[in-house]
């Protein structure tokens, strides 16, 4: 009797644990095309983005951005046009340097990627190109519907101890694109949820429409039900084009908005 | 014999003559009314600094470690050499307290409210019971607390609307930068609206430890309380010396500008650092020295005006009474008696105003106590539990004692002197010099 379930436990590891492996595999390799398709290695990126926080029970705030990205030397600029409070502040980063610029006191200090940007729900890590598959490891992989999209839901763990958000769940469409993102806490507690429902296709590269971010902890509990805090970037006018070298420096935003 | 009579004497007359007194009285018991609040209230301002610093930063002296890479951030993960060495000082600690400490991002949420904690603080409940016990409590916590509790400030329970029971979340990152999430429940609520608590909760040093990935033997500082303050500079050095045997050790540090300095140099592991108070505090010892240099200034000019009026008042008292001491020379009294009975009245008479000022001004600083400074920015640093509180420390008011009795014997030894040698008949027709 005993042997029969040694037989079997051991006829199911042989069948099952290459399958599991190859699964893994395969969800990796889909992690690393969902980080290429939004990742410009070749080109330069320009846009605008709009960034609207809704607080529950408050007045939306817009901030309106330019950025300038070039990815394959892990670099971008963003330089804030709207509100006219805030219009001139920019954001440099070269490599692993995060620069924040204050045209007010015309001073550069040195932010951490893993801050809010502009005391939004978005970070200052949200605005890179995506790297998942360098900082995640894929533990599981499943297929859900989510909407009109069908969807491989993998299960991250991180890779390295440097990333911000130790655990993600992360939705990935049939193209290839990533539909929503779940962000956890190395305690399991989620945090931040992400969607992306619309990409601009633009030659063979995407580029998000917008995507919105709930935060799971903020927000106000109104008329009994908690209502989350949220932000909203719209992405118009993307562009790959090639941006002069001079954009990507400090010089740049000190001149800027003069 | 003869001077116990004198002194008798001297009574008898301060008795007679307490209507012409009255007002010397008066002006020396004021005068040490004042002089003694104003160094109560700055020797109380003082040692509530001290108090809340010493809560705060856990003890008289501290052991700190840090890890050159995160800035604010501490870890002492070789907590057992580090108690050794503590040991090995002999500095007879009255108590030693072990604490986490997340500064600066620390986030507490609360039906959607975050509220960015200055200081999270995790601490080992049973040892430190008897600092929670001296704790002002809005709400006291009941029972014993456990790794699930956390106890917050005032201001933040009243911004999050929350109560006893109510369940938080508090969010904090790794060294590395990682978020990590703990649910907690609010188990007391502490008012301290010191610049030392504003913004600050109490975990368990366990909790804490397992949420930013620390060891459970890990701590950020060792705290050592002492037994007199007076120890605190030969516990520094010794405990320097036996931390420098031990382990990776900066020099002695004289303030906290030396301090930064020191922690802006490489280094690899965790360096550690013996810190006192006076460093701690050294970015407020500008205000209390502005503070004392007041007191100075109000106790000079409070000195100065008894000095003036104990002479004028005296030398007024004396001239009424040139008739009395002509008659009491006439009698056969020397001019040596009559200089100690007037001295002796004297000192009778400051005795009488001390205990008047003094209690005068245990009077005053209770009434002070119910002063509001909350329009003062900053000046909470100086109250203990929200109020002002007065110190009255033996030797310092020993000390006025012996200041205001050397200022009004010169006062009234002079005239006391002149009088008493004046010619017979001069004085007995009311004249003479005083």
Known sequence: M???????????LIIGLPGIASATEADQRLLERADNLVSYMNTDFSAEYTIVQEKPGQSRTTTVTAIFRRDSQEMYVIVVLQPAVSKGQGYLKQGKTLWLYD???RRFNSTSSQDRFQNTNARNSDFTRSTLAQDYHVITGANEKLGRFSCRVLTLEAATNEVTYPRMKIWISDDGLVRKTEDYSLSGQLLRTSAIPDYYKIGQRYVPKSIRFDDELRGAVINGSFVKERTVITISRPSFEKVVDSVFSKTFLETVNR | MKLFQLIQLSVKYLYRNLRRYFFLLLAVGFGFCIVTLITSLSDGMTDSVYYSAQAHYAGDIMIAGYKNATGTRQRISETNQVLQAISAAH???????????????????YNGIAVRQKYVIGVDWQNETEYFRNLNWDVPVKGNLSDGDAIISDPVAREFKAQVGDQITLEVETETGQKNTGVFIIRGIVKDSTIFGYYKCYLSRAALNRLLLFSPEECSIIGIYLRSRGAVEKAELSLQAEMEKALFTSPLVADRGEFRGRREEPWQGIRHFVLTLAVQLSEVSDLLRAMQLITYFLYAMMLLIILVSATVTYRLILRERTREIATMRAIGFYEGDIRIILLFEVFFLCIIAVAAGYAAAMFFAWLASFLPFDWMPSFEIFMKNGRLEALFLPATVLLNVFLVLSILIPAVWFPAFAVSRNPLPEMLSGGGRV
């Open chain 1, 103 to 105: 045209p007010e006191s």
């Open chain 2, 91 to 109: 500095v007879n600690p009255a108590h030693i307290v072990q604490r986490t400490i997340f500064p600066e991002q620390g986030m507490l949420f």
């Open chain 1, 2 to 12: 005993r042997l029969r379930y040694g037989f079997c436990i051991g006829v199911l």
